[in-house]
């Protein structure tokens, strides 16, 4: 059985960036039910030799009736209840910031293993970021690029560690 993964975390981290990288090819989108999981998209993927059915979070943006907060915290516990496995993004390059603040008092609440990962990381440029999101009490953050696939190797170790 493909190892069921949500990537989550407040907009513009880099989730659909990696959600598209770890789908390659196969980007087919399955099982989506138009209307309900509106603001979910599922796919299948890999990582290496370890199979994945990712589910990718988006579209709190544009809201009508709901406030963006009850939208982001709707569909992330519904991801989260889908999941195995939660893998929460921060952009490292921009730090911790009171949106991510949201989603980690969220993640908090949830007895499913949640891999923190601090996004791009590529260049260095993220390393006040990366040391910034201790913090959040994940534990020690993955650094990725999930643009330029660095870190790949590392999320895999995690993620078969979680297996
Ligand atoms: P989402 O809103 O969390 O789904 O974020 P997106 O995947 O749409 O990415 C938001 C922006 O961040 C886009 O401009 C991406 O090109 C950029 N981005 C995504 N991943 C990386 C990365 O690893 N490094 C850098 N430098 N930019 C990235
Ligand atoms: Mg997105």
Redesign the pocket.
């Known amino acids: 059985m493909p190892l069921k993964l949500a990537i989550v975390?407040?907009?513009?981290?880099?989730?659909?960036?990696?959600f598209n990288r770890l789908a390659g090819k196969k980007l087919a989108i399955v099982d989506d039910q138009p209307g309900v999981t509106r603001d979910r998209r599922f796919a299948k993927g890999n990582l290496g030799d370890l199979e994945l059915t990712l589910i990718?979070t988006?579209g709190f943006e544009d809201s009508h009736d709901e406030s963006l907060e009850s939208r982001m915290r709707q569909q992330t516990e519904r991801a989260i209840e889908e999941a195995q496995v939660v893998l929460f993004?921060i952009d490292s390059?921009e730090g911790i910031t009171p949106g991510d603040e949201i989603f980690a008092q969220l993640l908090r609440l949830t007895d499913k293993p949640v891999i923190l990962a601090a996004?791009?990381?590529?260049g260095r440029q993220g390393d006040a970021g990366i040391a910034e999101a201790w913090s959040l009490g994940f534990g020690e953050p993955l650094p990725?690029?999930?643009?330029?696939g660095e870190g790949m190797a590392e999320l895999y170790a995690a993620l078969v560690a979680q297996e």
């Open positions: 975390g407040r907009p513009n981290v880099g989730k659909s960036t990696l990718d988006a993004l390059r996004n791009k990381a590529e990725l690029s999930g643009e330029h």
